[in-house]
């Protein structure tokens, strides 16, 4: 019942008339922005970030909440009318969804995707308040040792799962820790890859480096590719559902739900995993399969609620370990540390109010965002038809703007160019960058929880094994890591015996 | 079966370009080594390992990982270049765009503290649309300047957010 006076303090903290125009403000810009092409939910956070940034931090979340659920809702927008998806997770989503909307049935499928959206966001919310309280209590009896177990499954997780190529994934990565190693060292005091220059000292800070990878490079690879015709966007009405919709969707979307929360509160879960479940569910319980493939709405109510669901569960480890699981997450982790805070199993105790009224607020901006975008939906469409000129050259103002902004140093935006030519060379050779990510921000805190194991073995190395939490997370890093081997070696088995 | 074994055994003419990959791994490798080699070594009964071990580590996987990227791409294995809405997968790079949004970029970053963000930043904007092949150039100029100017006031004066007026100072 604690967490419940919690809820409702965050609330009260909430609902006053100036929050509740940040929450409206973040909504509807986040919604806005995700909804433009080639803007996936991470970069609208990373991109909106200086906004938050003359607030307080209880505001400023206020704010991300909304930012955060309005960008995700931007993209789904976006794959259902124009087809081509620029985030993994809304992938699934364009199948169904862009053959309905070509069929006509554009306001339906944006209906169910709103509504589906709103459903999977609250139970995701309110699963939330309930899990992510017990994995804090079970995270405060964990030891250094363990958590550097936990932080080495999330790198497993990025880099094995997600790519397609481990070796390719494993190489971001890298990259990431190394990136994470510039500064000084907070214990020893001595200065690492930051060649003297005294503004690296400090290391590089992972706004910029999200900004970077995520924005900038992402509109370098776009416009090296940029196409001259772009796709055809399908004009759109006021988003609704006939009663038969509704008999459809209901169903899809709670089992979306139950696919993706769970799925996205795992150390290396995801949207991709339960969004795809989800179609593959749906089409085998439909009693309409042969309309899948040519726009079927439970496929566009299964994977959406789905996708927004595993965003809910994101955040249970984002909150209650400080580990972001995908890309969205980790820009928010980039955001809680800018304001000096560090997520993790006593954010809860230290900072209650302020996790609370996040909570509370994602429960309002989700809201928010049905009311918001059933009646503009034709105004968001007319956003995906804006010059891409204009669109790439506007990405990259914001982008260097909000890098300036962190530290007011130009040598920030000389990195955030670099560091935007790694993010296009990534995305020319096929190289992962959520594992980039989860480097810069994870690394230093596994290099010192694993500092702190041998400090408690007096540098014995067997210190780095703690108690039994380690021995299982270690148990499952080795089958992620042999199970592709093994998968391997039964196909060629399989081979042989078909040959 | 058999057949397709073959194929992916056998060494194919994959995208000789990602060797370059293999070779930056492989030098920010070094780099990582060069740079812990020279760390003092501290180690104190708080911190028995001190700062070295972890670059030295990650400096060695970063070789090996390039050596075994080099022999996947030996073996013919490709990344999937990224797809997206405005991206168009079969053309090639078009370098002349890339060079000329870098340039802006420069510009911005060149200008920003002598003459301030909302000249740099309209520049910015300007030079960007321009290499992406926008033909209102003066058009683009009213744009870009109404933008610098929107987010000058927006973020610096009303958010209080870092941006210089630079030479600007006093009139804005």
Redesign the interface.
């Known amino acids: 019942m604690d967490n419940l006076t919690n809820l409702l303090h965050g609330f009260g903290d909430v609902l006053t008339p100036m929050n509740l125009l940040l929450a409206l403000i973040g909504v509807t810009v986040g919604t806005a922005v995700g909804v433009l092409p080639g803007i996936g939910p991470a970069m609208t956070v990373a991109l909106l970030l200086p906004i938050t940034y003359g607030l307080e931090p209880v505001q400023a979340f206020i704010m991300f909440a909304g930012i955060f659920y309005g960008g995700m809702y931007g993209g789904s927008t976006t794959s259902i009318l124009l087809n081509t998806p620029g985030e993994s997770s809304s992938v699934v989503t364009a199948i169904e969804g862009n053959k309905m909307a070509r069929a006509g049935r554009a306001a339906q499928a944006l209906a169910t995707a709103a509504i589906g959206s709103f459903v999977a966001g609250t139970i995701g919310t309110a699963l939330l308040v309930l899990v992510a309280p017990q994995v804090v209590k079970f995270a405060i009896s964990l030891g250094a040792p363990d958590y550097l177990a936990i932080m080495l499954l999330a790198f497993a997780g990025a880099t094995a799962v997600l790519g397609s190529s481990r070796i390719r994934g494993f190489a971001a990565l890298l990259l990431g820790l190394v990136i994470g190693l510039v500064g000084i060292d907070k214990v020893t005091g001595q200065e690492r890859l930051a060649f003297g220059v005294p503004q690296l000292a400090d290391g590089i800070d992972v706004v910029v480096v999200a900004v970077g990878i995520f924005a900038v490079g992402e509109a370098l690879w776009v416009a090296a590719h940029l196409r001259h015709n772009p796709g055809h966007v399908i004009p759109v009405g006021r988003p609704w559902m006939g009663k038969a919709d509704w008999r459809r969707s209901w169903k899809p979307w709670l089992r979306g739900t139950a696919f993706g929360f769970p799925i996205g509160a795992l150390p290396a879960g995801g949207a991709e995993i339960p969004t795809f479940l989800s179609y593959a569910t749906e089409k085998k319980l439909s009693k309409h399969p042969e309309e899948f493939g040519h726009g079927a709405i439970e496929g566009v109510a299964g994977p959406e609620a789905a996708n927004n669901a595993s965003a809910a569960g994101t955040l249970v480890p984002m909150l209650a370990l400080g580990l972001p699981t995908n890309a969205t997450a980790a820009v928010m982790l980039a955001a809680f540390t800018s304001y000096g805070i560090q997520p993790g199993p006593l954010l809860f105790q230290r900072e209650s109010s302020l996790v609370w009224a996040l909570i509370a607020s994602l429960f309002v901006g989700n809201l928010m965002l049905l009311l918001l975008n059933l009646p503009l939906a034709p105004a968001w469409a007319k956003l995906l038809q804006i010059p891409r000129p204009y669109l790439y050259a506007g990405i990259l103002f914001f982008a260097s703007m909000g890098a300036y902004a962190v530290n007011s140093q130009p040598l920030d935006l000389l990195l955030l160019l670099a560091l935007g030519l790694i993010g296009f060379g990534m995305r020319r050779f096929g190289l992962p960058v959520l594992p980039l990510i989860i480097g810069v921000i994870l690394g230093p805190i596994a290099e010192r929880q694993a500092r702190m194991s041998l400090q408690l073995s007096n540098g014995d190395l067997s210190g780095l094994i703690g108690g039994p939490v380690s021995y299982v997370i270690y148990l499952v890093l080795l089958a992620l890591i042999a199970w592709p081997l093994v998968s391997r070696r039964l196909t060629r088995k399989r081979q042989l015996v078909d040959a | ?2 057949e397709s ?1 073959a194929v992916e055994a056998g060494p194919a003419p994959g ?1 000789r ?2 060797y370059a ?1 293999c070779g ?2 492989a030098l ?1 490798g070094a ?2 080594i060069a ?2 080699a020279r ?2 070594h ?2 104190t ?7 070295k071990p ?2 030295v580590l ?1 400096g060695v ?2 070789l090996i ?2 050596a ?2 080099a022999v ?1 791409v030996a073996r013919g ?13 079969t ?1 090639p ?3 002349r ?2 060079l000329l ?2 340039g ?3 510009v ?3 200008l ?2 002598p003459l301030g ?1 909302v000249i740099s ?1 309209a520049l ?3 030079g ?2 321009y ?4 033909k209102h150039h003066i058009r683009n100029l009213f ?1 870009a300047a109404g ?2 100017l929107a ?1 000058f006031y927006a ?1 610096a004066i ?7 007026a630079g030479v600007l100072q006093g009139i804005l």
Do not use: C, H, R
């Not at chain 2, 009964?45 to 700062?51: K, L, Q, R």
């Open positions: 079966m058999s074994a995208d370009a990602q990959v930056f791994l920010v780099l990582v740079d812990a760390l003092k501290i180690a009964s708080n911190d028995p390992i001190g700062p972890v670059p990650l996987l970063l990982v390039a075994l990227y996947d294995g490709t990344g999937e270049a990224e797809a997206g809405e405005d991206v168009d997968p053309s790079v078009d370098w765009t890339v949004l870098i802006a970029f420069v911005n970053l060149a920003i503290e963000w930043g910015l904007f300007w960007s649309a290499a992406l092949g926008s744009i933008l610098s987010t973020f009303g958010l209080g957010v870092n941006l210089p």
